[in-house]
Nanobody
Framework: QVQLVESGGGLVHPGGSLKLSCSAS????????MGWYRQAPGKHTELVAQ???????FVADSVKGRFTIGADIANNIVTLEMNRVKPEDTAVYYC???????????????WGQGTQVTVSS
């Protein structure tokens, strides 16, 4: 079972910074990926950044050099540090944890409740 709680969204001026955090409560579940997606009004959901445990880190070109994904794997926390934000970064940001159920062995994706980030002057 996996439950995710996000925090840190809000209103930020262009060029400013914001940090999102997601804490996962996990039982009988093996985590393979921890990451962040976003959905802007009228647009498809976009993968922003993702840590693939013991494999690699993905960061979308649209945020590369400005956003940094971090994780405290031992405590099941994933963060997204957003710097030099732009109006086009305005979206609802969703935390995502992917992995394998220890009960059914099925591959599962779990989502946070979403947090609004608005970049505006």
């Amino acid at each position: 079972q996996v439950q995710l709680v996000e925090s840190g969204g809000g209103l930020v001026h262009p060029g400013g910074s914001l940090k999102l955090s997601c804490s996962a409560s996990v039982s009988d579940f093996i985590i393979h990926t921890m990451g962040w997606y976003r959905q802007a009004p009228g647009k498809h959901t976009e993968l922003v950044a993702q840590i693939r445990i013991r494999e690699s880190v993905f960061v979308a070109d649209s945020v590369k050099g400005r956003f940094t994904i971090g994780a405290d794997i031992a405590n099941n926390i994933v963060t997204l540090e957003m710097n030099r934000v732009k109006p086009e970064d305005t979206a609802v940001y969703y935390c995502n944890i992917g992995g394998t159920s220890g009960v059914s062995a099925s591959i599962e994706d779990h989502w946070g409740q979403g947090t609004q980030v608005t970049v505006s002057s």
